[in-house]
């Protein structure tokens, strides 16, 4: 399947959840903020939203500093 992460191609074996995506990016899913196909991904739904071919995902990591 393929898929579209901050503009860059990715292929991933299906079936694919966002929660998947995330532990396969190496990123912390507390500090994150997703938008699938221009909707936002509650973090609740991070384990139930299944990824289709073609979709497109916007990834947002929050950092904190001083």
Not at 37 to 64: C, M, W
């Amino acid at each position: 399947m393929k898929i579209t992460v901050n503009g860059e191609a990715r292929d991933l074996p299906a079936p694919a959840t966002v929660d998947g995506l995330l532990a396969d990016l190496g990123l912390e899913p507390r500090k994150i903020a997703v938008e699938r196909n221009l909707e936002i991904v509650p973090k609740s739904a991070f384990g139930s939203t299944e990824l289709n071919d073609g979709d497109r995902l916007e990834i947002v990591q929050f950092v904190g500093g001083g």
